[in-house]
């Protein structure tokens, strides 16, 4: 039962399959800026799910652009930004590792940390993650308030990559970008949101970078540059699903379900399961060290992630993934009832 990995294993909707097929016959280079489809269904998307409201969407200086899933956007931002050779990028304290490998890629430093820092000097970029990989963290308003605060004080770029906003469980996430966070407007603010996990189109490369539309702008020049150009196809199909919620709802439940049953398992088994209030995984823990937790689990036939892989405050937990069949996942919960 491999649950190391959190990669969608459920059909793509019909939906989107079938705005991608129709969409196929495209002979000319796509937008790099996002059709004004794309970004109308993005906005409404984010306003409808979330709360936010961007600025114009579809004026001269975007407030949102597709982008080639997520993980290229978190690995290339910095460089993007033009935030290269000197300066230092702030990352979670347990995190998904892209962010640092963003940072080495432009030459900057890493420091980890989960609160804003009292010395500001040399920091050039903050990146948060809520709700988070691997822990399923989510941050409070008045967390991400305080990040904002501190940010637009020392004029530094935060960054919320909330990949997994649609899947809370405990709590209901809140963007950084939403009114009660960011106030009437979104200066030195990006979110980064993905239809990989939400709509099970991993496979599409399909996200989207909004925010403060200087900060989008300036990426967006770079992107079309670069040739960082979403196909025409997937923008159809990310039109379609960011209208649809539908589908999103029921990818949902189904998740919700396997969570239910791993969660009962694990805690039955008797180990102790860390935040998880959201996203796709649980942050699971036996109070040791997470290899050894890695070896009892391999001993039950079951493959998790060791809590080490996204820094050292991650030592004694393991991540195990929803994103498993629910014939895994009833396999695993057997396993772990013995």
Known sequence: MDLSIGTPVDDTPPALSTALAASGNAPGYPTALGTADLRTAAAEWLHRRLGVRLADPLGADPSVIPTIGSKELVALLPTMLGLRAAGTVLVPEVAYPTYEVGAVLAGLAVQRTDTPPDDAAGVVLVWLNSPGNPH?????????????????????????????????????????????????????????????????????????????????????????????????????????????????????????????????????????????????????????????????????????????????????HVRMALTATDERIAAAAERLAG
């Open 136 to 316: 399923g963290r989510v941050l409070g308003d008045q967390q991400l308030r305080e990040w904002v605060a501190w940010g637009r004080a020392h004029g530094v770029p935060v960054v919320s990559d909330e990949c997994y906003v649609a899947l809370g469980w405990d709590v209901a996430p809140r963007s950084l970008l939403h009114p009660e966070v960011a106030g009437d407007d979104h200066s030195g603010l990006l979110a980064v949101h993905s239809l990989s996990k939400q709509s099970n189109a991993a496979g599409y490369r399909a996200g989207l970078l909004s925010g403060d539309p200087a900060l989008v702008r300036q990426v967006w020049e770079v992107r079309r540059h670069l040739g960082l150009l979403v196909p025409t196809p997937v923008q159809a199909a990310m039109a379609v699903g960011l209208a649809d919620d539908a589908h999103i709802d029921t990818q949902r439940e189904r998740y919700r379900a396997r969570r239910d049953r791993l969660m009962a398992a694990v805690r039955g088994a008797g180990a102790r399961i860390d935040h998880s209030e959201a996203g796709l995984y649980l942050w699971v823990t036996r109070d040791e060290d997470c290899w050894a937790t890695i070896d009892w689990l391999a001993g039950l036939g079951i493959v998790a992630a060791p809590g080490s892989f996204y820094g050292p405050a991650g030592a004694r």
